[in-house]
């Protein structure tokens, strides 16, 4: 019994190795505004070599704190290699270019 439910599970999986598309798939561009300005070095230096800056606009706009825990969490759970003064200029330039206004 078990070896039928083998050859099923992998003929199920395997069958996906077949699947043909008729017509031709197009992946949408999408770009990224992103906003110059005074610290964005920091950013391009810091944040941009793990991820692309669409990670940064789709958490849409966002108060201070906010910013500065996802800096945190950068630093504490992926190891990001941010200096202090590197933090400041980051946390300014997000709150700054994609910031609500709100402190907290």
């Known amino acids: 019994m078990?070896?039928?439910k083998l050859i099923l599970l992998v003929g199920?999986?395997?069958s996906t190795l077949f699947a043909q598309v008729k017509s031709e798939v197009e992946v949408p561009y999408v770009s990224y505004e992103i906003k110059m300005g005074k610290g964005f070095d920091a950013?391009?230096?810091n944040c941009l070599m793990c991820h692309s800056?669409?990670?940064i606009i789709n958490q849409?706009?966002?108060s201070r704190e906010f910013w500065k825990k996802k800096?945190?969490?950068m630093i504490t759970h992926f190891?990001?290699?941010i200096d202090e003064k590197s933090q400041k200029i980051i946390l300014d330039y997000l709150y700054k270019h994609y910031g609500n206004g709100k402190l907290k």
């Open 60 to 62: 849409g706009p966002q």
């Open 12 to 14: 199920l999986v395997s």
């Open 43 to 45: 950013v391009n230096g």
């Open 2 to 4: 078990m070896i039928k």
């Open 79 to 81: 190891k990001a290699p």
């Open 53 to 55: 800056f669409g990670y």
């Open 71 to 73: 800096i945190d969490k």
